[in-house]
């Protein structure tokens, strides 16, 4: 089991820019997660995917979208990235059994929007 | 008031010290308590859970108490392995998880 991975790893845009981060879990889990951690500010929430088919905004959603392609898939828009997006990106993942709510995370992804 | 709280340290103590890190949640509705440990540029990754009875995992234990609304982390015989960050979570029914700032241990020989 790979359990959850995340690529890019490392990400650099320039002001404006686009792009997708990937998400994908192998442990048949319901529920997906995108979390962006900041030094002093700890792990925040962007969206959240309780089920597949199911997306909801986290503490900090602006300038973010998000699509549950399948059980499996979580990704992660920035449409016109900003420099205030600078950030480590995690995915996560929890929902394997009842009552289980332990999350798992990727590695993370370091984007830098200059 | 954060949800939750924690001492952000630096905790710096020698091989073999104890080691104890607090944590306060402002929701009474939570469910669930978790340690999570963060090595540097890594991902989190789940230590332990708490449960009211307090619970032991080697030479970590953890204590909930409900009523202070305070959750603890003791580690024995600290090691140079065990420098990390450690995030104190709560969840409450239905809702994702919420991680405290989490308390930085750095353990020398």
């Known amino acids: 089991n790979a359990g959850v991975t995340q690529t890019p790893k490392f990400q650099v845009l320039k002001t404006g820019q686009s792009m997708t981060l990937q998400c994908a879990q192998d442990?048949?889990?319901?529920?997906m997660y995108w979390y962006r951690q900041d030094p002093g500010m700890g792990l925040r929430l962007i969206y959240y995917?309780?089920?597949?088919?199911?997306?909801d905004k986290g503490e900090v959603p602006n300038g973010y979208n998000v699509s549950r392609l399948n059980k499996r898939e979580f990704s992660l828009r920035l449409e016109s990235a900003a420099p205030s997006q600078t950030s480590v990106y995690f995915c996560?993942?929890?929902?394997?059994?009842?009552?289980?709510?332990?999350?798992?995370f990727g590695p993370g992804t370091r984007l830098t929007v200059t | 008031r954060k949800e939750v709280e924690q001492d952000p340290g630096p905790f710096n103590v020698p091989e073999g010290a104890t080691v104890a890190f607090n944590c306060t949640y402002s929701?009474?509705?939570?469910?669930?308590f978790f340690w999570y440990r963060q090595d540097c540029r890594k991902e989190p990754k789940l230590l332990m859970s708490?449960?009211?009875s307090g619970n032991e995992d080697g030479r970590f234990t953890a204590q909930l108490n409900r009523a202070s609304q305070y959750i603890s982390l003791l580690i024995r015989d600290s090691k140079l392995s065990d420098s990390a960050t450690y995030l104190c979570?709560?969840?409450?029914?239905?809702?994702?998880?919420?991680f405290g700032k989490g308390t930085t241990l750095s353990v020398s020989s």
């Open positions: 996560a993942s929890s929902g394997g059994g009842t009552g289980e709510v332990e999350q798992y």
């Open positions: 442990m048949n889990h319901n529920s």
């Open positions: 995917s309780a089920s597949e088919g199911t997306t």
């Open positions: 929701n009474s509705a939570s469910q669930s």
């Open positions: 708490v449960y009211s």
């Open positions: 979570v709560v969840n409450q029914a239905g809702t994702a998880l919420i």
